[in-house]
């Protein structure tokens, strides 16, 4: 079965910039039938939804985070990876990598990762 | 963006009961709507997709109905292992995909 698992920085700096890897195994992020997503849940804003990634390498954002957010993929380490620039300590928060289906009825998210704490603080 | 309100905020029950929860979407997402089951430092876990489909793998005590703006899961004779937090989500046409602020199902 299909697992996913987020390693990065714990603590992350004001104003530097937020790297998250998601590391996939019993699957791969080559698959044409699946996006790659990144959400976070913090105390202010609940679950967040960031972006996604197609094995194309085509992604989408949320409004919200697009202006700092970058998502790329790397189909020979089966990972796919978040960048969040500018960092305050509103983006305090669990982030969570997670997988859906590609058509426009299979947009929920199975399975995820366990997330990883991430805390902005000088 | 389409705005999801879960309610209650915390929902007390005691095990063997049935607990119900209730998600409202901002505007009509038909049946694109999903739940999860979340426990802390766990990954979390589809339960209902399609409004009323349950996940492979989960029992049969957990429900999910509503289609439009009104959505409900039901919990029936609550386990030990139900205490969590759960989530509602909808995918309904265009991004982004939004979260309710959840519903913590605690032991009363």
């Known amino acids: 079965q299909v697992q996913l698992q987020e390693s990065g920085p714990g603590l992350v700096k004001p104003s530097q910039t937020l790297a998250l890897t998601c590391t996939v195994s019993g699957g791969s992020v080559s698959s044409g039938s699946y996006y790659w997503s990144w959400i976070r849940q913090s105390a202010g804003k609940g679950m967040e939804w960031i972006g996604r990634?197609?094995?194309?390498?085509?992604?989408n954002y949320n409004p919200s985070l697009r202006s700092r957010s970058n998502i790329t993929i790397d189909r020979s380490k089966n990972q796919f990876s978040l960048e969040l620039r500018s960092v305050t300590a509103a983006d305090t928060a669990v982030y969570f990598c997670?997988?859906?289906?590609?058509?426009?009825?299979?947009?929920?998210?199975?399975?995820w990762g366990p997330g990883t704490q991430v805390t902005v603080s000088s | 963006e389409v705005v999801m309100t879960q309610s209650p905020a915390t929902l007390s029950v005691s095990p063997g009961e049935t607990a119900t929860l209730s998600c409202r979407a901002s505007q009509s997402i038909s049946n694109n709507l999903a739940w999860y089951q979340h426990k802390p430092g766990q990954a979390p876990r589809l339960l209902i997709s399609?409004?009323?489909a349950r996940a492979t793998g989960v029992p049969a005590r957990f429900s999910g109905s509503g289609s439009g703006t009104e959505f409900t899961l039901t919990i029936s004779s609550l386990q030990s292992e139900d205490f969590a937090v759960y989530y509602c989500q909808q995918y309904n046409k265009r991004l982004p995909w939004t979260f309710g602020q959840g519903t913590k199902v605690e032991i009363k």
């Open positions: 399609g409004a009323s």
């Open positions: 990634i197609y094995t194309s390498g085509t992604t």
């Open positions: 997670a997988r859906s289906f590609i058509g426009a009825a299979g947009n929920w998210f199975d399975p």
